[in-house]
């Protein structure tokens, strides 16, 4: 099974609607993040948590909004989607006691709005 | 502004061929440097990253990057691609041990038999 799980894998759904997009991890690390990947643009940070009780907006939270329910589980959502939210978002963890902070991504969510 | 570019958007080389993929940074801190690979359908997977030392580092697969502060560089280079090589390569920057990285645009690799 995959250390970083995201779910759904692809979803289609039309403008307006809510969406939650979900990230379990079972590599026991504090730190989780939302990336959202467009082509041309590479990753873009929307949120990251540093523990349970720590939100932190990154560079394009504007239209998001997440939910830490627990070490392990860090929930991404679009209250109102839009077209130009169609894009491959990435959840990723990373260890606070390694020395660089490197990544480790799931497999990543693909999202069309209609 | 902190900022990571990619120049090349596309790259085709032959197999067996060598491969350089270029990578320029500007950040205002002592940068913590990686390199991803992502495979059609996959997420993120980690090549080689550098923070300190050797200014030359060796990653998975036969990945080697090298650390060039004077121009800002961590290229990407590998002595023999193999057809598994083909997908797409993301350079990035963070600070310390954050995890908040800035990614370039990325380049795609095409490798032809």
């Known amino acids: 099974d995959a250390d970083v799980t995201q779910t759904p894998r692809n979803r289609i759904t039309k403008t307006g609607k809510r969406i939650m997009l979900e990230c379990s991890q079972t590599k026991g690390h504090d730190r989780m993040y939302w990336y959202r990947q467009d082509p041309g643009l590479g990753l873009q940070l929307i949120y990251y948590s540093f523990d349970v009780k720590d939100i932190n907006k990154g560079e394009i939270s504007d239209g998001y909004s997440v939910s830490r329910q627990a070490q392990a589980k860090f929930s991404l959502s679009l209250e109102s989607a839009i077209p130009n939210q169609t894009a491959l978002y990435f959840c990723a963890t990373s260890d606070p006691t390694g020395v660089t902070g490197e990544l480790f991504f799931g497999e990543g969510s693909r999202l069309t709005v209609l | 502004a902190q900022s990571v570019t990619q120049p090349d958007i596309h790259i085709t080389v032959s197999e067996g061929a060598s491969l350089e993929l270029r990578c320029n940074y500007s950040?205002?801190?002592?940068?913590?440097l990686f390199w991803y690979v992502q495979s059609p359908g996959q997420g993120l997977q980690l090549l080689l990253k550098?923070?300190?030392?050797?200014?030359l580092v060796q990653g998975i697969k036969g990945f080697e990057a090298e650390f060039k502060r004077s121009q800002s560089s961590f290229n990407l280079r590998k002595p023999s691609v193999h057809w598994s090589d083909a997908a797409e390569y993301f350079c990035a920057v963070g600070a310390s041990n954050t995890g908040k990285l800035i990614f370039g645009q990325g380049t795609t690799l095409q490798v032809k038999p």
């Open positions: 950040y205002g801190a002592t940068p913590y």
């Open positions: 550098y923070f300190s030392g050797d200014t």
